[in-house]
């Protein structure tokens, strides 16, 4: 089977390029409405292609925003379903100016296409329309497959969860299988099992009713802004632990064997250093530079301003003083919660000579893979029979709250198999995905199909031998 698919592959492979290339050409920016008809034409190119590929059923499911493109195929009522989601917007190609090339006319350098939405997340996406292509034609395709591609991932997926509601009879599954996030290096496979998730709030200390004269009242009437930094500054203590109460009552710890999967990972604290431009790093303390990074909670100040910050000086005392701060949460954390917690401790901190005033901007909760489960087994051995080696499981601080809605509403588990590298300059300009990463990724994926058909058959021997 792993050789007919390879050669598959090979024979198709100019092929497989020149259809993404076709869809990276689309500038189909959900950000700006003067791009609004490009996101539509990207919904009907993917809609012709799955439609190429003989697919039972395809349509566009209206939703308040961008479409929908849905798609399925039933090779048998009895056997696993696997659903495909991903999206097909993409980012501003700003600043144009630091593009090498044009960001809409894809180019191949060193091996790596250039273009925006190369990696994130047409090329990622575009790979599972050829797995599923690559099985179907050598009829090796064994699961039922449905695909769910929304177009507004990169403003926010504001219509998601109500077409997830509307439409939640379509979409049952097995298994939701994404492929955007990435993984260590092309020899050194990994499946990300765990996402942060983000509680983000903006502050707003005031004191005086007026800019004051920093030379007549300064000394006697409170500055906000010295407040603020007051306040920010005792969030933390000196171990970097973050002091608001309760903060921590849902977080566990990672276990040994968590922690051993860290130690698999190639890291080279210097190599950190020089690439960010930086001394030494600080945080957390008795955690790892990359636990502490994707595995520990954070709180971090985004944006402060008040006062006078113009050209030359003004001597003032300030009326109000702001910041924007995000905390950054791990599995078993509530971002309601993790919010209410930080209003009811920053209103309380604040001494009698400010006013205080905290705002909920948005968030998401943390993401957790079983890798217990049948979905996450089967993608382990697909990456280790293409790869050669067992996949290290990682976490990601980054963070991608529709997780939790799909979860919430699809009620089934989610593998996340990506295959980019932190180096593809998603969201950057010269947005980048390597042709290697692209091939092995459908090679990967048309493996998975095998092994989850096999880890279900088992699976359900297993519950029916239980019950």
């Known amino acids: 089977m792993h050789q007919e698919i390879l050669q598959y592959l090979e024979t198709n492979k100019d092929r497989f390029l020149k259809e993404l290339f076709e869809l990276l050409r689309i500038p189909s920016v959900s950000a700006d409405s003067r791009h609004q008809q490009d996101v539509l034409a990207a919904a009907e190119f993917l809609k012709k292609r799955l439609e190429d590929l003989g697919m039972d059923q395809v349509e566009l499911l209206e939703t ?36 090498i090339t044009d960001p809409f006319e894809p180019q191949v350098r060193d091996g790596k296409i250039y273009a925006r939405g190369a990696c994130d997340d047409k090329g990622q996406l575009y790979m599972h329309l050829k797995a599923v292509e690559t099985l179907m034609q050598l009829n090796q395709l064994k699961c039922n497959v449905k695909f769910f591609i929304e177009g507004e991932e990169e403003v926010g997926s504001h219509s ?7 439409y939640a009879g379509k979409l049952q599954c097995d298994v939701m299988l994404i492929s955007d996030t990435s993984m260590l290096a092309n020899d050194t496979p990994s499946l990300c099992v765990s996402l942060r998730g983000l509680t983000y709030m903006e502050v707003e200390v005031t004191g005086p009713n007026r800019d004051l004269h920093s030379g007549v009242y300064g000394g006697a009437v409170d500055n906000p802004v010295n407040t603020l930094c007051e306040m920010i500054a005792s969030l933390k203590d000196e171990n970097g632990h973050i002091t608001i109460k309760g903060f921590y009552d849902d977080v566990r710890d990672l276990s040994e064997e968590e922690r051993e999967e860290y130690r698999r990972i190639p890291f080279s604290e210097a190599n950190y250093h020089q690439h960010l431009d930086i001394k030494a790093t600080r945080g957390e303390k008795g955690y790892s530079i990359l636990e502490r990074a994707s595995a520990r909670p954070t709180l971090d100040v985004n944006g402060i301003w008040g006062g006078y910050t113009g050209e030359g000086s003004k001597t003032v005392l300030p009326s109000r003083a702001h910041a924007k701060i995000s905390m950054r949460l791990v599995p078993y954390q509530d971002h309601n919660t993790i919010a209410r917690l930080f209003e009811e401790h920053f209103t309380r901190m604040a001494p009698p000579s400010v006013k205080v005033k905290v705002i909920a901007h948005h968030g998401g909760n943390p993401y957790l893979t079983d890798t217990g489960s049948p979905g996450y087994k089967a993608a382990s051995q697909a990456m280790e029979q293409s790869f050669g080696k067992r996949p290290i499981a990682t976490r990601e601080g980054g963070s991608i709250p529709i997780l939790a809605t799909f979860e919430r509403t699809i009620a089934a588990p989610i593998v996340l198999m990506g295959f980019g590298l932190d180096t593809d300059a998603i969201h950057s300009p010269n947005e980048h995905y390597g042709v290697f990463n692209y091939m092995k990724g459908i090679e990967t994926i048309a493996l998975y199909y095998n092994h989850y058909y096999n880890q279900m058959q088992e699976h359900n021997k297993v519950t029916a031998n239980q019950a």
Request: hydrophobic share 40%.
């Open 64 to 99: 308040d925003g961008f479409p929908v493109v849905f798609a399925e195929k039933i090779t048998d009522p009895a056997a696993p379903t696997v659903m495909i989601y991903g999206h097909y917007d993409v980012q501003p190609p700003d600043p144009l100016d630091e593009w």
């Open 160 to 166: 998601l969860e109500a077409a997830l509601e509307k």
